[in-house]
Structures are given as structure tokens and as C-alpha cells.
């Protein structure tokens, strides 16, 4: 067997001269004879254990034992203890959850903290097609059907071709002691389930089955890999705007994929197959919908999908008194000044030049509203806000930064974009009120 494990680390390029390893050892079957193999082929090995706290005195024998183990064969042991329950209950997760990401993120303090190059677990051909079999009942794309990996970022899994009867068969035959998880035993962990009655069953259907599975995961890997250069030569077609993305509309229904390579495409984004489907359908119809993740927002504008995060947080209107020498929008700075009527007018939408006697103190700032109106500079006659920035081709996904400084519940200047004519300056003008982005 250790020909074999050091053939696949070789094979699946796991491991290099000078590495470190931090193998995780729950002192059971599986992780007793990770730690066994690598002791036996001299890897440079340190050992981490997590306490979880959920079997009382087991729980204590079982950190006992591994350190014990560590302490005979001098291997750098280290070992944490985990509210593993109370966890569960604050972050509203199941305590497998809960124990999943305890241990993970302890696990990459410890590579970090003691210079260790990869954590080294246990996952073997049995662990994997209970993976597989738990991502087909929830539903899964092609990542999903082919398993796990040998290598998976820092993460390393020596032992993933090898059966779990073979691996017993080695422990019998090196007299490799391990602790037994009596919660292993219950039927009520969807794994244990799997074990106990729906693997069996395959197995009696085939004998040959783990072969056979195997070489599936194989094909499933290929397939995975062609999927993702197609997705991968169409992420230039997302491009950073300000305040988020966007994507042509066309260029993905000329480019004629589905809603499984937009879901992957989308996937950083946190849009769902069921989602990419409607967003996909949506592309040749009406601009103006709207698709939230969990993270982001999709609009559906005349040309482009513009992708947004979620904004937490209202914004609150704000005054500007007449003294007043400066204000901060959207973090961006803005300087208010008094000028005689005199000075040169600068047409520069970003800033306004307003006539000071028209105005009325305090100004406000506020998030424009449905409904607002106002009479903008060069055209006549009033004018729907929303109108407006149609005719602007303002993006659907800018709309909602659009701020309004208002006079009298008037609106005097459409921040960045226009002021109202009847604010503008003139022959009559005596003073001249600018405010500009510093």
C-alpha cells in the first residue's frame, strides 16, 4: 500500500521536496493510517486535532490517544477545543457545519502561523462517492459530479483511490491502533445513511462498482475541464464600470450559450441556475428587469446587464447651510463658494453655478423619487426625473445613485448631470453661488 500511496502523491503531484505537511488526525481508522504512511515514507509531518466537545469523555480519550501517538513517534501535535454547539446555534448551522468550519479555519492558522506548506486529510474513494451522492440529492452542476480532488488549493487528500476495505486491511496487517466515533454507528447523518444503505446496495448491483465510479469521475473531470475553458474565454466579455460590471447583451446571445455556462459564468456573483435560466430568457425581451442574488443585483438595461452589490444602506438626506464652505457625496468632496456675478461660467456638468438670490436656506440633499420633476437647463418646460435620465442614457444600475439638491422642495441641480433653468445665472444675477468637486 505504500508503493501505491507514494505512486499517486507522485502521480497527482502532492507533494515536493522540502514540504511540510499538517495532517489532520481524528484518531480514527482513516487518519491513523494517513499518519502511519507518511511516517513510514519520511514526510515532514506535524499533527493537528479538534476537540469538538460533542461525546464528553469519548471526545477527551480520543484527544488523549492521538496525542499519545504523536508523543511516541515525536511529531510536532497540535490540538484545539471547540464550542462546537454553541456555534451552531448562533450561525443557525448544523453542528457538522459548525465543525466543518471550526476545524478549517484552525487548520489555516496553524499553516500559517507554524511555515507548513499543505494540510494533508484523509478523504478516501468512499468519502468521495458519498460526496457525489450528496451533491446529486441537493442538486449540483458538472464540479459537483466529479468529486473531490487530489488537490484542492493548500488542501492535499493522499488517500482518494484508495477503498476503505483497503484501507482496514492495512491497519489489521500493521497492528495500527485507532479510536472508533461511535456517531459513525447512527443513520440519522445523511453520510451515515449513504454507508450504511444506499452504498451497499450499488455494490451488490455491482461488485465492481468503486471501478467503475472511479473511471466515471475521470470522464466527469474531462468534461469539467472543457466546460470551463468555454466559460473561462467568455469572461472578458464582464467588464468593471464604475460602481460594478457589465455585460453586452448580445455578445452572450451571440455567443450562444446556456444557462449552466452563464449560471459558472455568474457564479462570483452568486446567481443561480434557476436564475440564469429567467436572466438568459430576459436578454432579447424589455429592459428595465431586475435579478437579485444573495450579493448582487442584475439590470437588465437597453445594452448591457449591469451587475451591482446590494446597497446595505440608505442614504440620508443632508442640509447645506448658507455658510457653508463644503460637503462630502458619495465619498467625494465638494467646495461651495460665493462668487461675484462677474466670474467666468464653467458649462462642466459636474459643477453648478447657481444665481444666490434664488435660492433659499438650508438646501437640502436627497436620493431623488418617483415623481420628481424638474425644469432642466436648455429644454423647455418641466421634465419627469425618470424621464430624464432616459433621455441621458443614465444605466439602470447608476439610477440609484442619482442625488438631488433641492430649494424649497425645488430641485436646483441633478448632481453631476444638470440644473434647473429657473436657478441659472444671468444679466440680473448680483451673486453667484458655485459649488464644485474639489
Avoid at 48 to 73: I, M, P, W
Avoid at 124 to 136: F, I, R, S
Avoid at 288 to 314: M, N, P
Avoid at 329 to 344: D, G, H
Wanted: aromatic content about 10%; overall charge negative; charged content about 25%.
Amino acid at each position: 500500500m505504500l508503493n501505491r500511496f507514494l505512486s499517486f502523491i507522485k502521480k497527482h503531484a502532492l507533494n515536493s521536496e522540502g514540504n511540510k505537511w499538517l495532517l489532520a488526525v481524528s484518531g480514527g481508522m482513516d487518519s491513523m493510517v494517513l499518519l502511519n504512511l507518511c511516517y513510514q515514507a519520511g514526510f515532514n509531518i506535524s499533527v493537528a486535532h479538534c476537540n469538538f466537545n460533542l461525546r464528553g469523555e469519548e471526545s477527551d480519550a480520543d484527544a488523549q490517544f492521538v496525542k499519545d501517538t504523536c508523543y511516541k513517534l515525536k511529531i510536532p501535535y497540535f490540538e484545539k477545543h471547540f464550542a462546537t454547539k454553541e456555534y451552531a446555534s448562533e450561525h443557525g448551522i448544523s453542528t457538522q457545519m459548525a465543525a466543518r468550519d471550526l476545524r478549517y479555519a484552525w487548520f489555516n492558522e496553524l499553516l500559517s502561523e507554524q511555515n507548513l506548506d499543505q494540510l494533508a486529510v484523509a478523504h478516501h474513494a468512499q468519502d468521495n462517492l458519498e460526496t457525489v451522492l450528496l451533491n446529486l440529492a441537493r442538486g449540483t452542476s458538472i464540479s459537483g459530479l466529479r468529486g473531490m480532488l487530489p488537490k484542492s488549493g493548500n488542501i492535499v487528500r493522499p488517500l482518494l483511490s484508495f477503498e476503505r476495505s483497503e484501507i482496514e486491511n492495512f491497519a489489521k496487517q500493521e497492528n495500527i491502533e485507532w479510536r472508533e466515533d461511535s456517531s459513525n454507528a447512527s443513520d440519522d447523518y445523511k453520510r451515515n445513511y449513504l454507508r450504511h444503505q444506499v452504498i451497499p446496495a450499488l455494490t451488490e448491483l455491482n461488485a465492481g462498482f468503486y471501478s467503475t465510479f472511479q473511471n466515471t469521475l475521470e470522464k466527469n473531470l474531462e468534461v469539467e475541464r472543457v466546460f470551463q475553458e468555454k466559460v473561462n474565454a467568455l469572461k472578458p466579455y464582464i467588464e468593471e464600470v464604475e460602481n460594478g460590471y457589465r455585460f453586452s447583451k448580445d455578445q452572450i446571445v451571440q455567443s450562444g450559450i446556456g444557462a449552466l455556462q452563464l449560471s459558472e459564468l455568474l457564479k462570483p456573483f452568486g446567481l443561480n441556475y434557476e436564475q440564469s435560466k429567467e436572466l438568459l430568457g430576459a436578454l432579447e425581451g424589455i429592459s428595465g428587469k431586475v435579478f437579485a442574488s444573495i450579493s448582487h443585483q442584475f439590470l437588465v438595461d437597453r445594452e448591457y446587464v449591469f451587475i451591482s452589490e446590494h446597497q446595505t444602506k440608505e442614504f440620508d438626506p443632508f442640509l447645506i447651510e448658507e455658510e457653508q464652505e463644503q460637503f462630502t457625496l458619495s465619498e467625494q468632496n465638494y467646495r461651495i463658494e460665493r462668487l461675484n456675478s462677474n466670474s467666468e461660467i464653467d458649462r462642466n456638468s459636474s459643477n453648478a453655478f447657481l444665481d444666490f438670490d434664488k435660492l433659499t436656506f438650508p438646501l437640502r440633499i436627497r436620493a431623488w423619487e418617483e415623481g420628481d420633476y424638474f425644469f432642466p437647463l436648455g429644454m423647455k418646460g418641466k421634465k419627469k426625473l425618470s424621464d430624464f435620465m432616459i433621455d441621458q442614457k443614465i444605466p439602470l444600475n447608476l439610477k440609484d445613485q442619482i442625488r438631488v439638491l433641492t430649494s424649497d422642495e425645488n430641485i436646483v441641480w441633478v448632481i453631476g448631470y444638470r440644473i434647473d433653468d429657473r436657478y441659472k445665472t444671468n444679466d440680473l444675477t448680483k451673486e453667484i453661488l458655485r459649488i464644485s468637486r474639489n
